[in-house]
């Protein structure tokens, strides 16, 4: 799932003073459905701090994680569909159009809130799934980036929601290339050791690939790196585990990783696993000042 979600939380932020977003946007279908879109979709979100128009690269809900957070049901296996990058194109400019405009105060929702609350940000490439797992994603990063030097709506800044699996691929190494200095990539990293990223991504990718991914990107540019703690059977991860992902991320800029920011949050929306729970704000900020500690890195709670 991408890294924002339908329903945002407040943001500790470090005494930066976000108001809170908590529960303000409809159930994740409407978040995703009223616009009526095949890919498109808009949602409020603290990391965003406000509007992301989000673009859905997986529609098919491909994802080669299975986090147990998670709370998309995944498809049998099978390939994935290229995304039509001509419906895309129009469905973002239309949705640009949408939230730029009077027309986004006429929702029963979103048009209660604050101004500051849906004040367009970016556009995100993630979705039901791993974003770069879209066998066009070079052909969909670049439709994106002619879409605004058109310059016939006002300019937008691309991010991208990613798990890192993939970013050493040539494909999305190519769609990257597109990326000017100002976008961002946010990287999944959820795990201090491959046990743990075992038990919480469930995945068949090898957890120092995710490091090596991070390293590779952030030698590049700068990355922000998005962190989701959860309570397994109601325990909070193990006290080793935060130190030894405390010390995976200090490991990762002694190496010359660019680390911008690390966010901190955990699981918002019901999950699959009855065994996940949401961590309270003291957890999670208890988790962001070892961090800190660590790595004089910074960090922001939500």
Not at 31 to 48: E, T
Not at 192 to 214: C, M, S, W
Request: a neutral charge; glycine letters at 6%; aromatic letters at 8%.
């Amino acid at each position: 799932m991408d890294g924002h979600g339908p329903v945002a939380t407040v943001s500790e932020a470090q005494g930066r003073g976000h108001a809170s977003l908590e529960r303000v946007l409809p159930p994740m279908a409407s978040a995703y459905d009223f616009l009526r879109n095949q890919y498109v979709y808009i949602i409020v979100s603290a990391r965003a701090r406000g509007l992301s128009v989000g673009v859905n690269l997986n529609p098919e809900r491909r994802c080669n994680f299975d986090c147990l957070y998670c709370e998309v049901p995944r498809p049998l296996p099978g390939g994935n569909v290229p995304v039509d990058v001509e419906v895309m194109a129009r469905e973002v400019e239309q949705t640009l159009e949408y939230v730029q405009s009077e027309r986004l105060r006429q929702h029963p929702v979103l048009g209660t809130l604050p101004r500051e609350f849906v004040q367009f940000r970016h556009v995100s490439l993630s979705g039901l799934g791993e974003p770069t797992l879209c066998p066009n994603f070079v052909d969909v990063v670049q439709t994106l980036a002619h879409l605004r030097v058109l310059g016939r709506r006002p300019y937008f800044h691309l991010v991208l929601v990613t798990n890192g699996s993939q970013l050493d691929q040539p494909n999305v190494q190519s769609g990257l290339k597109y990326f000017m200095a100002s976008d961002e990539i946010w990287i999944k990293l959820d795990a201090g050791t491959p046990e743990y990223f075992l038990q919480i991504n469930r995945t068949p990718v090898a957890y120092d690939k995710i490091l090596h991914n991070i390293l590779l990107i952030g030698r590049q540019r700068p990355v922000v790196i998005q962190s989701l703690f959860v309570a397994v059977d109601g325990e909070e991860p193990p006290a080793r585990q935060i130190e030894q992902y405390a010390q995976r991320l200090k490991e990762l800029k002694q190496a010359g990783a660019q680390i911008a920011l690390v966010q901190i949050y955990s699981a918002t929306r019901p999950t699959h696993q009855p065994a996940c729970s949401h961590l309270p704000l003291k957890s999670l900020s208890r988790i962001a000042q070892i961090v800190r500690c660590a790595t004089e890195l910074p960090v922001e709670v939500f």
